[in-house]
């Protein structure tokens, strides 16, 4: 499975952004997907997940309420719609992929991921 990412630029504080990371292959609906962010200086860090069927979805507790991860199988792609952006969601985003279900514990831990996207900056400007 190869993962691009793509969507990201710059943007004012309080404004939006969509990300999408669209996926090779035949078997994205069976993979449950995620985006990851990492800014200079700091480790990867979760930000949501998706099931493989959509019924299902991770955030952490700093982007509830501002990000909604969702997918089109169809299409092989899923989106982070990001809302009320602030400065400190300057990061790099990563798209990746799991096979398995994952309680929220294991689903947050980047190296259950076995595949990863090239990522996207996303520079947010106060």
């Known amino acids: 499975v190869q993962l691009q990412g793509s969507g990201g630029g710059l943007v004012q504080a309080g404004g939006s952004l969509r990300l999408s990371c669209a996926a090779s292959?035949?078997?994205?609906?069976?993979?449950?997907m995620a985006w990851f962010r990492q800014a200079p200086g700091k480790e990867r860090a979760f930000v949501a997940r998706i099931s493989w069927s959509g019924d299902s979805t991770y955030y952490t507790d700093l982007v509830k309420g501002r990000f909604t991860i969702s997918r089109d199988n169809a299409k092989n792609t899923v989106y982070l719609q990001m809302n009320s952006l602030y400065p400190e969601d300057t990061a790099v985003y990563y798209c990746?992929?799991?096979?398995?279900?994952?309680?929220?514990?294991?689903?947050?831990?980047?190296?259950?991921?076995?595949?990863w996207g090239q990522g996207t900056l996303v520079t947010v400007s106060s």
């Open positions: 292959g035949r078997t994205f609906n069976s993979l449950a």
């Open positions: 990746a992929a799991d096979r398995w279900a994952r309680n929220y514990n294991d689903a947050v831990k980047p190296e259950i991921y076995v595949y």
